[in-house]
Structures are given as structure tokens and as C-alpha cells.
């Protein structure tokens, strides 16, 4: 049987982190970005949101 892939779940604080750091901008402006925004970011490295 295969074994299902586990789906990492990350905090909209740790999505804020991963944004500043992929698109190359301060902390403070990754905090004005939209959730979808941030699940935008979070999708490019297959990732899933949790809030």
C-alpha cells in the first residue's frame, strides 16, 4: 500500500516569513499582503495555509 503524502499546514505568521524571504521584501511590507496572497506564495512551494 502506499503510504499518503503528508500536507504541510502553515500558521499565517510562518507564511509572512516565507513571503519576505521569496520575494525578496521587508517583514513589514509581507504583513499588508492579503491572505490570498499569501496562499499564492505558500502554493509556489507546495505548500497549504492554514488560516
Given amino acids: 500500500m502506499r503510504q ?3 500536507i504541510i499546514r502553515i ?3 510562518r507564511a509572512i516569513k516565507i513571503a519576505s524571504n521569496l520575494n525578496g521584501i521587508t517583514i513589514e511590507m509581507a504583513k499588508r499582503y492579503t491572505d490570498s496572497e499569501l496562499k499564492e ?3 509556489l512551494l507546495n505548500l497549504k495555509a492554514n488560516f
Fill in 4 to 6: 499518503k503524502k503528508r
Fill in 41 to 43: 506564495c505558500l502554493r
Fill in 11 to 13: 500558521s499565517r505568521e
